[in-house]
């Protein structure tokens, strides 16, 4: 069992940078492939990044995925943040260290918002 709790959300305007913090209870973290996915209204969950060498497209370049297994936490650096970066961020562990798809993901946190104005 693993409990994902995130944090570091916020309002911040175009241009900026946010990192979000994602706290993983348990003492197996290191064996689960971690994931940050979002949502915004209206549309479909996508994946932002999985393991630190997988990013979506709209996020390359912009987006750092990191993960410190002593601490059992994942953080995603986000820079040059756009507005269409608002959604609701998720992070997810999966026992699958190839997949992108979300519901290979068996473990989620509560999600923490992002808003981006312009």
């Known amino acids: 069992q693993v409990q994902l709790v995130e944090s570091g959300g916020g309002l911040v305007q175009a241009g900026d940078s946010l990192r979000l913090s994602c706290a993983a209870s348990g003492r197996t973290f290191s064996t689960y492939a971690m994931g940050w996915f979002r949502q915004a209204p209206g549309k479909e969950r996508e994946i932002v990044a999985r393991n630190g060498w997988y990013y979506g497209d709209s996020v390359k370049g912009r987006f750092t995925m990191s993960r410190d297994n002593t601490k059992n936490t994942v953080y995603l650096q986000m820079n040059n943040l756009k507005p269409e970066d608002t959604a609701v961020y998720y992070c997810?562990?999966?026992?699958?260290?190839?997949?992108?798809?979300?519901?290979?993901?068996?473990?989620w946190g509560q999600g923490t918002q992002v808003t981006v104005s312009s």
């Open positions: 997810a562990a999966s026992l699958d260290w190839l997949t992108v798809k979300a519901n290979d993901y068996i473990y």
